[in-house]
C-alpha cells in the first residue's frame, strides 16, 4: 500500500442557493480543487462523487457521468466516474475510495467530491428519513430528528446532561462559523436562541438541527511521494476506516451508542498509530446536537456520559484542549448531505495548513474526520498529519 | 408506498408477525429472513409477537413529512415487545403522559391516510395499557 497526500481542496460557499443548480454547485469546487492542486484536467485518473439523493431532491441520476460531463472530463480522458452512496456520509465514503484507488497503486491522481442541492425538493423531511429505515421506521412516521431524539431523550435519561448543555453545541459550532467565509450562518447565537427556538421532535428545537443546504466540495489525491510536485503543503491521509451498523435504530446494541462510530473511530487510530490525545482538532457529523456530544464520546476523547462536562468548561472551542467543528459543523456551515464528509476534510486540511485565517487552531498537525450516515448505520472515519 | 409494497408486508404490519430463529431461538420483529447471528445455521420461521411491551424511549414529532403533518404533535416511541424485540411506533396518548417502562399494548389503526399512492395504509399502533 503507498501512503496518500491531499493536494488540492476546494469548497463552495454553503447555504440557499436559489440561483445555482446542481451542476454548477459541483463546478465550483471542482474548479477551486484542481486549482489549488495546479494540475490540469487530463492528469485526473478517476473521480468519486459522493451524493445521497440527486434522484429524489432533483430527480438526476447518472449522477458520476454527468460531473464528469460538466467538469470538462469527457473529451481527452474520459475519466471514470463514480458516484458513491452512503446517505450522509456519502462524502466521507467517497474520499476513502480515492483513497483506497491512490494506496492500491491503481490510480495516482484522483478526485473526490461532493455535492447536494437540497433546496430544490418539496418535502426534505421526507428525502433525509429515506436514510433510515424506510419499511419499519418511516412507515411508522419516524423523521430524521424524530430518530436523534430518541436517542437524546434516551441520553438525557440515563446520562448527566443538562438542555443548557446541549444548546451549547450550536452555540460554539455557530461562533466557529461566524469565522468561516463559507459557512451558511455567519451570526453568533446564545443558549437562548436555542432554548427559544420551535420544537422540532422533542427535546431537539430548530436550532439543535442543521440546516437544508445546498453546496459542494472537492479533495485531490495523490501518492505521497508524488506530492511535492504540485503542493508545499501537502497533508499526508495517516488513517481511513469504515464501519456499518443496522439501519434502524430499534435494532442497535444501545442507543445512545454508535456502534459503528466506536468501530471506525478504534480502527483508524489503530492504522494512523496516534493516540486520541495527539489529535489538534475534529470535524464530527453534529446533524443535531446530540450527534456531536454521541461523536466525541463514541470516538474514545472522553467516555460515555461525560461529553457535556468537555462542553460546560468550552475546552470544544478553537484554543481549548479539544476543539470540535472548527469550519461550523453541519449546524452553522451547512449540511449539503452529499458534501459534508469532504468539507470535513477540507476544513482538516486547511487548518493543517495553517490558512484557516481567524479560526486557525494553533500548531495543528494532526486532524480528524467523523462523517455519519443515518442515526449511525455507517460511520467513516480518517486522520491526517501535516507533512 | 406502491400498493405492492405495501400489500406484501399486511400480516406483518397487521398482526405483529415477526420471525425466530430456531436455532438460537432470537425473535425479530421487523422480520428479517436470516439471523445476523447464526447467518446460515439458522432456521428461520413466523413467529406471531406478543401486543404487548414497554417504552425504550421516545420523542414527540412536532414538525413532520407531508404524509404525516396532519397528525403532528404525535407521540414516536422505540418499543420492547415482550418477545424480547424492538420496533418503532406511534404511542397514541397524550404527549405529556409517555414515559420511560410506560407498559403499552398494540392496536390497529390507520397509520397514513391517502400517501402518494393513493392508498390508506393500515398498521399498528400503541396504547398505554
Ligand atoms: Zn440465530
Same mark, same amino acid.
Given at each position: 500500500m503507498r501512503d496518500v497526500a491531499v493536494i488540492g481542496i476546494g469548497c463552495s ?10 451542476r454548477e454547485l459541483f463546478v465550483e469546487a471542482g474548479t477551486l480543487a484542481i486549482e489549488d492542486a495546479g494540475i490540469d484536467g487530463e492528469s485526473i485518473d478517476a473521480l468519486y462523487v459522493g451524493n ?10 447518472h449522477i458520476g457521468a454527468l460531473i464528469a460531463d460538466y467538469a470538462g472530463l469527457t473529451r481527452a480522458g474520459h475519466t471514470p466516474a463514480t458516484r458513491v452512496e452512503a446517505?450522509?456520509a456519502s462524502g466521507g465514503l467517497a474520499f476513502r475510495q480515492a483513497v483506497l484507488a491512490v494506496a492500491s497503486g491503481m490510480e495516482d491522481i484522483v478526485v473526490a467530491a461532493g455535492v ?9 423531511? $421526507? ?5 433510515? $429505515? ?19 431523550? $434516551? ?10 448543555? =446541549? ?27 436555542? =432554548? ?19 453546496g459542494s466540495a472537492a479533495v485531490v489525491v495523490a501518492p505521497l511521494e508524488m506530492a511535492r510536485d504540485f503542493t508545499d503543503a501537502p497533508v499526508t491521509v495517516i488513517g481511513t476506516a469504515q ?5 434502524? =435504530? ?18 483508524v487510530?489503530?492504522r494512523a498509530?496516534? $493516540? ?5 482538532? /475534529? ?53 449539503? /448531505?452529499g458534501a459534508t464528509g469532504l468539507k470535513q476534510v477540507w476544513e482538516v486540511v486547511t487548518q493543517l495548513r495553517?490558512e ?11 486532524g480528524?474526520t467523523?462523517n ?8 467513516v472515519c480518517h486522520l491526517f498529519r501535516r507533512v | 408506498?406502491? %400498493?405492492?409494497?405495501?400489500?406484501? @408486508?399486511?400480516?406483518? +404490519? !397487521?398482526?405483529?408477525?415477526?420471525? @425466530? ?6 425473535? *425479530?420483529?421487523?422480520? +428479517? ?6 447467518? +446460515?445455521?439458522? @432456521? ?9 411491551? @414497554?417504552?425504550?424511549? !421516545?420523542?414527540?414529532? +412536532?414538525?413532520?413529512?407531508? &404524509? *404525516?403533518?396532519?397528525?403532528?404533535? !404525535? %407521540? ?13 411506533? &406511534? %404511542? ?7 414515559? *420511560? ?5 398494540? %392496536? ?13 395504509? !393500515? ?7
Amino acid at each position: 500500500m503507498r501512503d496518500v497526500a491531499v493536494i488540492g481542496i476546494g469548497c463552495s460557499k454553503f447555504g440557499e442557493r436559489w440561483d445555482t443548480s446542481f451542476r454548477e454547485l459541483f463546478v465550483e469546487a471542482g474548479t477551486l480543487a484542481i486549482e489549488d492542486a495546479g494540475i490540469d484536467g487530463e492528469s485526473i485518473d478517476a473521480l468519486y462523487v459522493g451524493n445521497m439523493s440527486a434522484g429524489r431532491f432533483v430527480e438526476q441520476e447518472h449522477i458520476g457521468a454527468l460531473i464528469a460531463d460538466y467538469a470538462g472530463l469527457t473529451r481527452a480522458g474520459h475519466t471514470p466516474a463514480t458516484r458513491v452512496e452512503a446517505a450522509c456520509a456519502s462524502g466521507g465514503l467517497a474520499f476513502r475510495q480515492a483513497v483506497l484507488a491512490v494506496a492500491s497503486g491503481m490510480e495516482d491522481i484522483v478526485v473526490a467530491a461532493g455535492v447536494e442541492k437540497m433546496t430544490d425538493a418539496g418535502d426534505s423531511t $421526507d428525502v433525509l428519513a429515506a436514510a433510515a $429505515d424506510r419499511e419499519w421506521e418511516g412507515f411508522a412516521g419516524a423523521t430524521f430528528p424524530g430518530l436523534y431524539a430518541m436517542i437524546a431523550t $434516551d441520553y438525557m435519561h440515563r446520562y448527566s446532561l443538562t438542555r443548557e448543555q =446541549l444548546a451549547m453545541v450550536a452555540v460554539k459550532n455557530h461562533y466557529h462559523g461566524s469565522m468561516n467565509p463559507i459557512s451558511q450562518f455567519q451570526n453568533e447565537i446564545t443558549i437562548d436562541t436555542v =432554548l427559544r427556538s420551535t420544537l422540532v421532535a422533542d427535546p431537539l428545537r430548530l436550532f439543535d438541527c442543521s440546516p437544508v443546504s445546498d453546496g459542494s466540495a472537492a479533495v485531490v489525491v495523490a501518492p505521497l511521494e508524488m506530492a511535492r510536485d504540485f503542493t508545499d503543503a501537502p497533508v499526508t491521509v495517516i488513517g481511513t476506516a469504515q464501519a456499518s451498523d443496522t439501519i434502524a =435504530l430499534h435494532d442497535r446494541r444501545d442507543i445512545s451508542t454508535l456502534d459503528a462510530s466506536v468501530a471506525a473511530g478504534n480502527r483508524v487510530f489503530e492504522r494512523a498509530r496516534v $493516540d486520541r490525545k495527539d489529535v489538534d482538532l /475534529v470535524e464530527v457529523h453534529d446533524c443535531f446536537t446530540i450527534a456531536e456530544i454521541c461523536a466525541v464520546e463514541d470516538l474514545g476523547f472522553v467516555k460515555k456520559g461525560e461529553a457535556g462536562m468537555l462542553y460546560e468548561e468550552g475546552q470544544t472551542y478553537i484554543g481549548g484542549d479539544l476543539p470540535v467543528n472548527t469550519s461550523g459543523g453541519l449546524k452553522a456551515c451547512g449540511h449539503p /448531505v452529499g458534501a459534508t464528509g469532504l468539507k470535513q476534510v477540507w476544513e482538516v486540511v486547511t487548518q493543517l495548513r495553517g490558512e484557516a485565517g481567524k479560526r486557525q487552531v494553533d500548531g495543528a498537525e494532526i486532524g480528524m474526520t467523523q462523517n455519519v450516515g443515518g442515526s449511525g448505520a455507517t460511520v467513516v472515519c480518517h486522520l491526517f498529519r501535516r507533512v | 408506498m406502491t %400498493v405492492a409494497r405495501f400489500w406484501r @408486508k399486511i400480516p406483518q +404490519r !397487521y398482526n405483529l408477525i415477526g420471525t @425466530k430463529c430456531e436455532n438460537c431461538g432470537t425473535v *425479530f420483529f421487523p422480520p +428479517r429472513s436470516l439471523c445476523p447471528d447464526c447467518r +446460515r445455521d439458522g @432456521k428461520i420461521v413466523d413467529h406471531h409477537c406478543s401486543g404487548r411491551g @414497554k417504552v425504550v424511549t !421516545y420523542t414527540v414529532i +412536532r414538525t413532520a413529512s407531508d &404524509q *404525516f403533518s396532519n397528525l403532528t404533535p !404525535y %407521540v414516536l416511541a422505540i418499543i420492547e415487545l415482550e418477545d424480547g424485540c424492538r420496533l418503532t411506533s &406511534q %404511542v397514541i396518548c397524550d404527549p405529556s403522559e409517555i414515559t *420511560f417502562g410506560m407498559p403499552v399494548r398494540s %392496536v390497529f389503526r390507520v397509520i397514513a391516510e391517502d400517501g402518494p399512492s393513493g392508498i390508506i395504509h !393500515y398498521g399498528t399502533k400503541f396504547v398505554p395499557s
